[in-house]
C-alpha cells in the first residue's frame, strides 16, 4: 500500500483542488483521506454521501462540581494555563483556557474535580463521485487535538484499503508545520508539495521542507500560477535542483480553477485542456515516482 | 486597541491586510504588528524594517535527573500528553509532546523532574517609521504553536502598553492556534474569498469567533472572483462588511515580489481608508 501525501506550508497555493483532480483522475481504485481537518474543503468537490458518521472524543476538560468544593484554591494554584477563576466566589473552569492537563483534580482534596472527555469532531467514511471511498472529518471549532483527528483519519482511510485491497491512499494535508502536519507526514511514500511563486510561497516551502528531511522523505513539487512571478519560479526551481525534490509540474495562474469550484467540479472535469493535460501529466509523475 | 486578523482558510490575504493595514494605520499613529503565524511566518517578507532586536523563546519541560529517582512511575501515570514515559530503569521525556503543565515536576516526590528552558523559536524586533513589527518565528520540528503565540502577546503588552493599535496576523484554521491569537482581542477581522472554499471556511471562522464573543467584520479579497455567495451570507448573518479588495493579477504579481500594495493599487488603499473609518470609530467607542 502506498501513501502519497500532499502539502503546502502556505495556504491558498491550491493544494486541495490539485488533489481534488488527482482523486478524479484516479477513480473509483483511490481512498481519499481529507486531513485538512481545521478547514477541510474537499468535500466541496469530491460530493460524498456521508454514509458513515462517527463522534471523535480526544483530549480532557477539567469541570469543578461546586457542591463539594471548599475554596481552597490548589487548583487555581497549580494551573499554568490561566484556565481557573474566580467568580462570585466560586472556582471556575474556562474551557476554552484548560489544556487538559488534568493537574488540577490530581491535586483538588475533595476530589471535586472531573475531567470530561470532550467530543471535538467527527469523521466520515463516504462514496465519493469517482465511487472510490474517501475519509473525511470536521473539527471542532477550538478544538485541541487536531493531530489525533489527523491520525484517526489516516488510520481509518489505510484500514479501508486492507478491507477492500487497494492499493493508493492519496493525502491532503493540513498548512503550517505543527502537530496536524507532523500527523498528515506519518507513513507518507510520496510528499506533493505545492507551492507558488511569491516571497512567502518560497519561504513557506523552505520551512515545510525542513521538516520532510527530518522525516527522510521523497519529495517532488508543483508550481502553481507559474507565471505570475518568472523570477520567483526561477529561485524554487534552483531550491528544487539544490535539495533533489522532483519538479512535478508548473501550472499557470488559470481562474478557471475558481470557476471549476463554484461549479462544485474539478479542472479536469472541465472543457479546460491545457490544464487538464498538464494535471494529467502531474499525476502520472507522481504515480512513477512510488511504484 | 487589538485587532486580530483571521480567517478560516489559508492564502486568503490574512498577510497582505496585515502588513498593508499596519503600514498605512502607522502613517498617522503608533502601531505593533505581531505575526502571530509563527509556523509560517510571512508578514515579514513584506515589513523589511530595521531589526532592533532579537531573543530566543523558550519552553519549560522536564528534565530527569537519575540520582534521587526511585522510578515510582507517578511521572508518567500524571502525564496525559504521553510527554514523560518509564521505561526500564529510565525514565524519557519527549520534550515536544510536553505541554509544559508541571505536574510530573511539582508531583515527583524525589524531585527528579525538574523543569528546565528548552527553545522553541525566537522573537523579533523590528522597526519602520511609526511601525513596530515583531516577528515570532517557531522551530521546525516544533508542534506546537500555542506558548509561542502567547509569549509574544505577552511581549506586546509589556513593550507597548501605550499603542494605539496592536495589530495580530493570526494563523489559519479554526483550531487551538487561532483561538489563542484572537482571545483577548478587542476586534477580529476575518477575511475571505468570494469562493465555495472561501465560504466555507469563512462560516467556521464566524462560529469560532462568534464563540469567543468577539465583534468582527469582514473583508472580501479577490472581490469579483467566484460567486455572489459570501455577500449573500454577510447580508443575510448581519454582519459588516468593511471592505473589498478587487481581484487583480497586478495584485498577485505585487504580493509575489514581497511589495506593499496601497501606494500602487488605489483600490486598496480605499479600502484601508474605510477600515480605519471603521476602526477609528470602535476607539472612540472604546474611551467613551
Known sequence: MKEIVVISGKGGTGKTSITAAFAFLAGSELILADCDVDAADMHLLMKPDFAISENFFSGETARIIQDNCIACG?????????????????????????????????????????????????????????QGTMIHAKLNIGADNSGKLVAKVKN???????????????????????????????????????????????????????????????????????????????????????????????????ERFTKAMTMGKTIVETENKQLTKLIKKAWKTINNQIS | MRISIASGKGGTGKTTLSTNLSAFLAEGSEVVLADLDVEEPNSGLFIRGDLISTEHKYKMVPEWKEDACTLCGLCQKVCNFNAVIRLANQILVFPQLCHG???????????????????????SLYKRGNLNFVESRLDVGEEQAVPLISQTIDYIDQHFPEAKYKIFDAPPGTSCPVIEATKDSDFVILITEPTPFGLHDLKLAVETIRSLNKPFGIVINRDGLGNDDVIEYCTKQNISILAKIPNSRKIAELYSQGELLYHQIPEMAQALKEIENYLSKLVIQELA
Open chain 2, 101 to 123: 503543565c508541571y505536574a510530573c515536576s511539582e508531583l515527583c516526590p524525589t524531585e527528579s523532574l525538574p523543569m528546565i528552558p528548552q527553545k522553541m523559536g525566537q522573537l
Open chain 1, 74 to 130: 490548589k487548583c487555581l494554584d497549580v494551573c499554568r494555563f490561566n484556565a481557573i477563576s474566580i467568580i462570585k466566589g466560586q472556582y471556575i473552569v474556562n474551557p476554552v483556557n484548560c489544556e487538559g492537563c488534568g493537574y488540577c483534580a490530581r491535586v483538588c482534596p475533595t476530589e471535586t474535580i472531573v475531567n470530561d472527555i470532550p467530543k471535538v469532531g467527527e469523521w466520515y467514511k463516504s462514496t465519493i463521485k469517482t
Open chain 1, 156 to 254: 481509518e482511510a489505510r484500514q479501508i484499503a486492507q478491507d477492500l485491497n487497494k492499493e493508493l491512499i492519496l493525502v491532503d494535508g493540513s498548512p503550517g508545520i505543527g502537530c496536524p502536519v507532523v500527523s498528515s507526514l506519518s507513513g507518507a511514500s510520496f510528499v506533493v508539495l505545492v507551492t507558488e511563486p511569491s516571497v512567502s510561497g518560497l519561504h513557506d516551502l523552505e520551512r515545510v521542507y525542513q521538516l520532510i528531511k527530518n522525516f527522510n522523505l521523497p519529495a517532488g513539487c508543483i508550481i502553481n500560477k507559474s507565471d505570475i512571478n518568472l523570477q520567483k519560479s526561477k529561485e524554487i526551481i534552483a531550491f528544487l535542483d539544490e535539495n533533489d525534490i522532483i519538479l512535478i509540474a508548473e501550472l499557470p495562474y488559470d
